[in-house]
């Protein structure tokens, strides 16, 4: 029996994970359930997955929050709260499930992987903002990442066959759905509301990577998540549109072969596979009734609709701290978005400006990285007139 966290449980993944479990309860014994969040409705399901998990602490992130849970929870369940609790949450578990939203999941990131912890990675930001930090981590305390994307569960799939990726790779090819604006006509995506953006055509996800997914910066993202996870260069990883679905991505190889991972959309396939690796258990999430697939198109992102995929390459090409300030603006911009203080048709301007602020800087440390999110954040506020706020 496998021990697990699961860390931003009460979100869109932490709650498939949890289904995915319950699944196969003779495999998991859930020893931490945390939560960043402290509303009332997040609260009722972090209580209600203690009943059905029976962790040996429940972690949240505000004092009042954990006093809240007093006596909600089941007999013996540890309460914790606040910021070392959270990133405490990654110990004791040879199974780390990230799944907290943005920047904040760093600390997780990184205390899974110092306690040489599998990680199964959902908090893309923290790998795109802290890669050189995140990989250190992973060096030094011999951990592992299994991503739970499922673009990059996708391609973990497809190097299973291969000996040595870095001479037998010739390309990663990172699929997009499109989002809900793939054919939008320009002056129709000036008016586009928090609304339209929200009602992806594929995927129910929470409301900032469903932004992200409709910008495309979600896949921009996930070309340097791609690079940091798999060391293939940039110029070695491309992204299609595929409104199906899908297939989720796919690897040529350099003998002309490619190989692809293709499911009917389901998250409970790529975390399965992250909390089962290297096996794979009979739970069939996704599975496939091929005579209902009439097609599998394919094409290329449009460049103007899509600016910030564009954006994200080049900071991946910059290195050093570049990832970690354009995530930390695009989350203010993504933000200012979702408050309706910018149009969506913004957003990339918003990051855009804030790039330009960017000089090269290192990404050693931390330290490094929290001030280039800072520096970020405060350049993207500006953008679109407010202050921001750093955690």
Request: charged share 20%.
């Amino acid at each position: 029996m496998r021990t697990v966290s699961l860390v931003g449980s009460t979100g869109s993944i932490g709650r498939q994970a949890v289904d995915v479990i319950l699944g196969r309860p003779d495999a998991f014994d859930v020893v931490c359930l945390a939560a960043r969040g402290a509303t009332r409705g997040s609260l009722e399901v972090l209580i209600e997955q203690s009943r059905l998990l029976h962790p040996q602490r429940v972690v949240v992130g505000e004092a009042e929050a954990a006093a809240a849970l007093q006596g909600q929870l089941p007999a013996g369940v540890e309460v914790g709260h606040g910021p070392e609790a959270l990133s405490g949450s990654a110990l004791g578990a040879e199974v780390v499930l990230n799944g907290v939203v943005g920047f904040a999941g760093l600390p997780v990131t990184l205390a899974a992987l110092r306690n040489g912890a599998r990680l199964a990675l959902a908090n893309k930001e923290s790998l795109i903002a802290g890669g050189p930090v995140v990989n250190a981590a992973r060096r030094q305390g011999g951990g592992e990442i299994v991503p739970v994307d499922s673009e990059h569960a996708a391609i973990h799939q497809c190097l299973r066959s291969s000996l040595d990726p870095q001479a037998e790779v010739a390309r990663l090819v990172i699929t997009a759905s499109g989002g809900p604006f793939r054919t939008t006509g320009a002056e129709e995506l000036k008016r586009v509301e928090v609304a339209d953006a929200l009602d992806h055509p594929t995927w129910a996800m929470g409301p900032k990577i469903t932004v992200d997914s409709s910008t495309l910066m979600n896949k921009g993202l996930e070309v340097i998540e791609a690079h940091e996870l798999f060391g293939i260069s940039l110029e070695r990883i491309e992204v299609l549109v595929h409104p199906q679905s899908i297939v989720h991505s796919m690897v040529e190889f350099s003998d002309g072969a490619t190989l692809a991972q293709l499911s009917m959309p389901d998250m409970r396939l790529p975390i399965a596979y992250a909390l089962s690796y290297p096996d794979r258990w009979p739970l069939p999430f996704g599975r496939i009734d091929w005579t209902s697939i009439s097609q599998l198109d394919f094409e290329p992102p449009d460049p103007a609709r899509f600016r910030c995929l564009a954006l994200a390459y080049e900071a991946g090409r910059l290195g050093g701290c570049a990832p970690a300030w354009l995530s930390a603006a695009n989350e203010v911009a993504v933000a200012a978005f979702l408050d309706g203080r910018i149009r969506w048709v913004d957003i990339a301007g918003v990051v855009e400006s804030a790039m330009e602020a960017y000089g090269p800087r290192p990404a050693e440390t931390v330290e490094d990285v929290l001030d280039a999110d800072a520096s970020g954040r405060r350049r993207a506020a500006e953008a679109v007139g407010v202050r921001a706020e750093v955690a």
